[in-house]
């Protein structure tokens, strides 16, 4: 068998999930017009400030606008122990414990998980959540173990098998990945992201003909994120390389190319074939372009 060019693994965690939406603005906002919004909610929260849903209302709104300094303090004041009649408590433990998490405050959303799991140790979703931010810690042992108890609390939970089969993926433990992922397939087949990160386990286990298949799966999802889909182009590229299909790996390479010109792996790929094929000023030019991307003179 040929040697794999150049290992270009990618796998990626759900997005945390956040809990209750806001309830509806006194006037009319669209679902995703966030700055109107805020602007509602913290008028709501300057003319009735005891109307504790506002803050968190107002909380929720900054978060998804993607202000989480500002989600935290309404989140802040909506958790104050001198403000009774929560409706959302534990979700709002587990909001700002995802805001925290955005500003790189690890140990304060832990805590906050700890606090929305403690109120309410039925949902699933907050288990993964601290899954997640368990990988984000390296701990990946425990990041495991809240992804089973989220699947034992709902066995159709797609993002706590996606969660639990990246783990297993850190660990190295190819089997338990790719069974995970698999099942999170089963349970939502048009979500091409997971069939992605099932080609790269498969990848890792030598199995290139599956890997093939799931990369191309992604591939012809048209996916709109073009960086990691010149990332899957290049990781099929090595894929048909290893196969010994060159025309395969060379026109995967030069996707991967089109859809992200920064890719440095592609051009070194792309220019150790051309070589191997005497294929002089294509290699070349390849070579050139990779000392141009790492600024080498």
Known sequence: MRSILIIAAAALL??????????????????????????LYAKAVKDKPK???????????YQLKGQFKDAVASYDTYLSPKLTGQANLADAYNNRAIANSKLGKNEASLADYN?????????????TNRGNLHVDMKKIDEAIADYTKAISL???YVAAYEGRGLAHGTKRDFDKAIADLSKAIELKPDDHVIYYNRGVYFSQKED???????YTKYIDSNPADKIMLADCYLNRAITNYVLNDD??????LTKAIEANPKLVNAYVARGRIYRSQNRIPQAE????????????P
Do not use: W
């Open 14 to 39: 759900a997005a945390a999930a956040i809990g209750q939406t806001p309830q509806a603005p006194a006037q009319p906002c669209a679902d995703t017009d966030y700055d109107c919004q805020i602007k």
């Open 51 to 61: 109307d504790i849903e506002n803050h968190y209302n107002l909380a929720l709104a």
């Open 115 to 127: 606090k929305s799991i403690e109120l309410n140790p039925a949902i699933a979703r907050f288990f």
């Open 154 to 156: 709902d066995q159709a």
């Open 208 to 214: 290139y003909q599956m890997a093939k298949v799931d």
């Open 247 to 252: 025309t395969g790996a060379l026109a995967d």
């Open 285 to 296: 030019a390849d070579e050139k372009k990779v000392t141009e991307l790492q600024g080498r």
